[in-house]
């Protein structure tokens, strides 16, 4: 007996999202955990999963590939497009230390957060709230970065006022020849950003979901408040806000390189990712599933090996 068997009438079937297979996904999961690296037909040739053994591995060896992308970019006097998360986060600290160590300046960098909480019309938390992402971003890498730092003006968020001049900026750097990095998590739900697997049936082809660039005020899933009451507010989600401001798959897929992190391990031997990580690997990609994507773009996906499984007990 399994959810595939019991969702006919269940409560969950009214949450579960249009386009996802429960069947394919179990499928997904049910890999040998010594294949997680295998490229599938789907993969673009540039895309490679890294594994790591603790956490602040998987912090360095992300920390060191972002300050590698803004170390090449200045070497080569091109613009940098930063696309970047809160959350994860442990990889700051290390791209901090990086470019200390090497004394890269990133006066060449450009800063675009990729979501903020919100209301349902796109109002957002004031800059100095500890629960604001451009709050979190100055703390742990804006901030120490010190005078090497991106300067403030070279810094977007995403407010209701500023979130919908990003495809005119970013399109005015690339017109300069600047490079675009996606730096990513993946998800409960496969979002990448806030983009909900939701989002989907209001697109009717792949081509206008592709198109889309962003949403203000958008709507967020029940499990993804509970990722974040989980991994950011010590498991108490009356403090979430039910609504983000989030840039959309024209602007997330459009990057020249991306830099992901699954780090969704708990204690006791519990995880929360698992799931989302093989979903991303072997689904192939599909509108429904944003993160699903991700190996179609050339770049690293760093997680950490016990992500891999096995995901399924052994009934032995």
């Not at 750097?173 to 989907?200: D, N, S, T």
């Not at 697109?203 to 509970?226: M, Q, S």
């Not at 010590?234 to 991306?258: E, H, M, Q, V």
């Amino acid at each position: 007996m399994n959810m595939l068997d019991t969702i006919k009438g269940s409560y969950f079937s009214e949450i579960l999202p249009e386009g996802w297979d429960i069947a394919k996904i179990m499928d997904c999961v049910s890999n040998d955990p010594a294949s997680v690296c295998e490229p599938q037909d789907f993969w673009c040739k540039d895309f490679r999963p890294v594994k790591c053994t603790n956490l602040e591995e998987f912090g360095a060896y992300m920390g060191h590939e972002i300050a590698m992308q803004i170390k090449l970019t200045k070497e080569e006097g091109r613009k940098l497009i930063l696309i970047l998360p809160v959350g994860p986060m442990g990889m700051y600290k290390w791209a901090v230390y990086f470019l200390k160590e090497w004394n890269v300046d990133c006066k060449h960098v450009y800063g675009f957060n990729m979501d903020e909480w919100a209301d349902a019309d796109g109002n957002t938390l004031p800059a100095s709230d500890p629960a604001a992402f451009q709050n979190a971003m100055t703390e742990a890498f804006y901030g120490p970065l010190g005078e090497l730092t991106v300067p403030e003006d070279q810094r977007n968020f995403a407010t209701r006022e500023n979130l919908p001049t990003y495809p005119e900026k970013i399109a005015a750097l690339k017109a300069e020849g600047a490079k675009q990095v996606l730096v990513y998590g993946i998800g409960r739900m496969c979002h990448i950003a806030f983009w909900e697997p939701h989002f989907a049936k209001d697109y009717a082809t792949v081509e206008e979901w592709k198109a889309a660039p962003y949403r203000v005020g958008a709507r967020l899933h029940p499990f993804t408040i509970e990722q974040n009451a989980i991994t950011s507010f010590r498991s108490s989600w009356p403090l979430i806000p039910c609504y983000a401001n989030t840039i959309g798959p024209a602007i997330i897929f459009n990057s020249d390189y991306a830099i992901g992190g699954a780090d969704g391990v708990l204690s006791r031997g519990m995880q929360w990712q698992g799931m989302s990580f093989w979903m991303t690997l072997r689904h192939g990609p599909t509108k429904a599933i944003t993160s699903s994507w991700i190996p179609t773009m050339p770049g690293k996906l760093f997680f950490m090996e016990e992500l891999a499984g096995p995901l399924c007990p052994d009934t032995n």
